[in-house]
């Protein structure tokens, strides 16, 4: 539906307005998702580019086919994403296109070869780049050549000032701007988004007709003429020669540095705009890089790091097979992998088809039952063990835990949590302020939240993974453990762990202890082992001696459902519930997944079962997101060696009466 919204807000009715006024030249970037999508649900479209592209309105633009960011994916699949877009205008246009629109604008140098070596003639990115490296707004109405081992690449810089006055002020202003350069090029690629789905933008646009009197007043404008790229390129020389630094947009900056640094950056430039003295300053400010998302989110570095791990073995040994290099290049879409003023990272369904396009590549290719592997570069080895039905990543120098459990015949990563964080945006409350007549950008929308969501706002102090063990007291609450106010009295949770592999399972140790007023020495001794079709975890923990004290033991998973019923003790509910009551087994049924679950353990034991989410920045003000549900197995430490035995047994949902499976 998400799709169907766009066409017709914005896409449909954008190209329907441009198609009536054949002198009006304009570039267009369509990503391939969008492609496959238009030839399914929407051909028509296709016909009305196809007239445009044959009488030269449309410049086509590519990019990677499926919308990675470029500098984020190995060279041999940058270059064949690229190929692939570019063979498929040629086909369905008979267009050879030459310019590439920069996904998210992230430049690295490192791509320049892989753009020539692709055809590309030019690329277009922010001029906030160029205005890194000392030029000013003035230098930048035109185009400058890069080179990389002297081949060289043209660069286009987008006018920022343009980005904020196209569609969002009356066209008058922004014809002011466009004359007040005259003879030069002013330059404007944007998101096509902007013309009918951000918000009130449709209206604003269509209905208020902002769009027809644009395109009417360029077009009868003598000193204002519309040109494409490339044509640009063949009349009029390079400004000059430039090297980029690595940068995207001002924004993503802001966005990809660490939480309290970016609140810091945010502070600094709200003083220098209070004093006037941002513009003056603005070159030397640059917060952090694209690739930052991948230390401040680990679950996006998990993600990230599976891909190039695929990639290198699709690439070696799998390269003919084209279903998963297909499979590879899609789960390669950037819009999962990070966050910003979009949902990304915090939205499931995105984590989702990352991770189903990463498993349908991989439940083809042969693995070895164990493996030990740095798969996350973090410089320290990674357990994975694999079934024919399962895939379980243990990382022992992070509290021995479980950060994938893939059931591979639904394509589904059951680890696919996301942990609470402190983001920037979470200081205060903004407030917008809507000035003279146009509408707000969505960088200007107000963040208000109510008290359900404001509950909510809670961070955890470890990664949301499973397989932790924890030592608690022994009255702890529910909504202790749910909203973060208990005292943690072990040191097991996020500490390294010895290991080693014995037979089929991987044994892990740490030797540390319980923090309660005096140190009490304990060991924890930890059994994982991975079976067709089920997980069994055997803890041990054990202390030199036992005080009857009030002390519960505890160990946590945390999986992600889509539409699951919890049964215990006869007893049901869903998920935005919590629960939590003695008993040896509880069982899931996830119909939105496909899936039944069964955790069992050998004794009676207390489960908490609760939910958590996140609050998260969107196009339309701030978001509650379910990002998975807790369940906590304890058990009262009433001897020497207390033992944790589970045993986590998954299987696909047949669609009965949830009450009689598992």
């Known amino acids: 539906w998400v799709l169907r919204f766009a066409y017709e807000k914005s896409y449909f009715p954008f190209l329907e307005i441009a198609r009536d006024y054949p ?19 929407a051909p028509e ?15 086509m633009v590519v990019s990677g086919f499926y919308e990675p960011v470029l500098a984020a994916i190995p060279e041999c699949d940058r270059i064949a994403q690229i190929k692939k877009s570019i063979n498929y205008i040629r086909k369905s246009f008979g267009y050879i296109a030459k310019g590439l629109w920069l996904t998210e604008r992230v430049w690295e140098s490192e791509i320049i070869p892989s753009l020539i070596n692709s055809g590309i003639k030019y690329v277009v990115v922010d001029d906030f780049h160029f205005i890194a490296v000392g030029k000013r707004k003035e230098e930048l109405h035109g185009y400058y050549v890069t080179e990389n081992e002297g081949r060289t690449l043209g660069i286009f810089p987008i006018d920022e000032n343009l980005r904020y006055l196209i569609p969002f002020r009356p066209v008058e202003e922004a014809l002011d701007y466009i004359k007040r350069i005259p003879g030069e090029a002013a330059i404007i690629f944007d998101d096509g988004e902007k013309f009918g789905v951000w918000p009130n933008t449709y209206e604003w646009v269509y209905e208020k007709g902002w769009l027809k009197r644009f395109i009417e007043k360029i077009l009868e404008d003598d000193d204002i003429e519309t040109v494409h790229f490339a044509d640009y390129m063949k009349f009029n020389p390079p400004l000059g020669r430039i090297y980029l630094p690595t940068a995207s947009y001002f924004e993503m900056g802001e966005w990809s540095l660490p939480q309290e640094v970016a609140l810091q950056f945010s502070q600094l430039i709200n003083d220098l705009k209070e004093r006037g003295e941002f513009d003056k300053y603005r070159q030397f400010l640059r917060g952090g890089i694209w690739r930052n998302f991948l230390v401040k989110y680990e679950e996006s570095n998990n993600m990230h790091k599976k891909m190039i791990y695929l990639s290198k073995r699709i690439n070696t040994k799998y390269s003919k097979k084209r279903k998963l290099k297909q499979a590879l290049y899609r789960a390669q879409c950037n819009d999962a992998y990070w966050h910003g003023v979009f949902g990304g990272l915090y939205l499931p369904h995105l984590r989702k088809e990352i991770y189903k396009n990463l498993l349908i590549a991989e439940s083809e290719i ?16 990674e357990v994975l063990l694999r079934s024919r039905k399962l895939k379980l990543s243990i990382i022992p120098h992070y509290g021995g835990s479980i950060f994938e459990v893939s059931f591979f015949p639904l394509l589904y990563n059951l680890q696919d949590t996301l942990t609470r964080r402190f983001e920037h945006y979470h200081k205060g ?13 969505i960088h200007e929308l107000e963040k208000i939240v109510d008290e359900k969501v404001a509950k909510e706002l809670v961070y955890d102090w470890y990664l949301r993974y499973s397989g932790f063990f924890h030592v608690f007291n022994k009255d702890i609450k529910l909504d202790d453990l749910r909203y973060m106010k208990y005292r943690e009295l072990g040191d097991f949770v996020n500490t390294p762990f010895r290991y080693k592999i014995e037979g ?11 923090y309660d007023g005096a140190f009490q020495p304990a060991k924890l001794l930890k059994r994982i082992r991975l079976f067709e079709d089920s997980i069994e975890l055997v803890y041990n923990f ?14 946590e998973f945390n ?5 699951p019923e919890f049964i215990m003790n006869g007893k049901s509910w869903k998920k935005d519930s919590s629960m939590e009551d003695d008993a040896k087994e509880l069982k899931i049924i996830d119909k939105g997944a496909g899936f039944k679950m069964a955790l069992i353990i050998e004794r009676m034991a207390h489960f908490y079962i609760f939910p958590f989410y996140t609050i998260s920045q969107s196009e339309s003000g701030l978001d509650m997101v379910y990002q998975g549900t807790s369940i906590i197995i304890t058990k009262d430490m009433v001897s020497k060696n207390t033992e944790y035995k589970v045993r986590v047994i998954l299987s696909k949902e047949d669609r009965k009466d949830a009450r009689t499976q598992v």
Request: proline share 3%; net charge negative.
């Open 45 to 59: 479209i296709i016909d009305i580019l196809s007239l445009m592209v044959k009488r030269k309105q449309i410049e």
């Open 23 to 41: 002198e009006f030249k304009f570039a267009l970037h369509i990503t391939g998702p969008l492609w496959e999508w238009f030839e399914k649900e």
């Open 429 to 441: 409350i903004k407030v917008g302020k809507k000035e003279e007549e146009g509408i707000r950008s």
């Open 366 to 381: 042969e693995e070895p039952y164990i493996e030990i592997e740095d798969i996350n570069c973090d410089g320290e080895k």
């Open 559 to 563: 999986f992600k459902f889509i539409d």
């Open 504 to 514: 089929d399972y991987i044994v892990m140790g740490r030797e540390g202890g319980i």
């Open 542 to 555: 054990i202390v030199d001696e036992i005080k009857m004290s009030p002390y519960k033991g505890g160990l």
